[in-house]
Antibody, heavy 119, light 108 residues
Framework: QVQLVESGGGVVQPGGSLRLSCAASGFTFSSYGMHWVRQAPGKGLEWVAFVWYDGNTIFYADSVKGRFTISRDNSKNTLYLQMNSLRAEDTAVYYC????????????WGQGTMVTVSS | EIVLTQSPGTLSLSPGERATLSCRASQSVSSSYLAWYQQKPGQAPRLLIYGASSRATGIPDRFSGSGSGTDFTLTISRLEPEDIAVYYCQQYGSSSYTFGQGTKLEIK
């Protein structure tokens, strides 16, 4: 079955960096767009970034543009999120999600990884 | 950026009742790009509806979506205790994705 497993979360100081990974299995990873979505503690969902199946088209939310970089390695079936210049407001559970092609929807979600930005 | 406003904030109903959740957009949304999600406590969200009215794989037919333009609705026809969750609508447009703030569904 389709499975997404995030890793790389942790506690980091403001201004620091962290790289998240999302290991995909159960589907042809190289054929699908992928997203990162986050959820601050007790809050709603916020889309963060999207990368097309071949890595050639990328979108970011304004809140992370210039600080975060989404990428993928189709040979390793893995999605990444490089997060730099982290702020307290970036504290959240970060989910990776598989795009449902042609619908703009997030078809399958991982279990999430927690990122805490605190001194 | 399109803003999605969900109502009510909290809905409290009894098992077997019908739940109607609303999602209103600040500007017109293509029906092809409107989705609904269910998030149970401590879990990741799950896709319920995409394309405004198409059920995702494995979703019971108690869940249905409708609407167009700026007004969309998620209906749960016969509530079950397991439907306790927060429900989010979401749209895609102009290289950006936004979510509503969520409706919390409580079962009496």
């Amino acid at each position: 079955q389709v499975q997404l497993v995030e890793s790389g979360g942790g506690v980091v100081q403001p201004g620091g960096s962290l790289r998240l990974s999302c290991a995909a299995s159960g589907f042809t990873f190289s054929s699908y767009g992928m997203h990162w979505v986050r959820q601050a503690p007790g809050k709603g969902l916020e889309w963060v970034a999207f990368v097309w199946y071949d890595g050639n088209t990328i979108f970011y939310a304004d809140s992370v543009k210039g600080r975060f970089t989404i990428s993928r390695d189709n040979s390793k079936n893995t999605l990444y999120l490089q997060m730099n210049s982290l702020r307290a407001e970036d504290t959240a559970v970060y989910y990776c999600a598989k795009d449902r092609t042609g619908s703009g929807a997030f078809e399958v979600w991982g279990q999430g990884t927690m990122v805490t930005v605190s001194s | 950026e399109i803003v999605l406003t969900q109502s009510p904030g909290t809905l409290s109903l009894s098992p077997g009742e019908r739940a109607t959740l609303s999602c209103r957009a600040s500007q017109s949304v293509s029906s092809s790009y409107l989705a609904w999600y269910q998030q149970k406590p401590g879990q990741a969200p799950r896709l319920l509806i995409y394309g405004a009215s198409s059920r995702a794989t494995g979703i019971p037919d108690r869940f249905s979506g409708s609407g167009s333009g700026t007004d969309f609705t998620l209906t749960i026809s016969r509530l079950e205790p397991e439907d306790i969750a927060v429900y989010y609508c979401q749209q895609y447009g102009s290289s950006s994705y936004t979510f509503g703030q969520g409706t919390k569904l409580e079962i009496k």
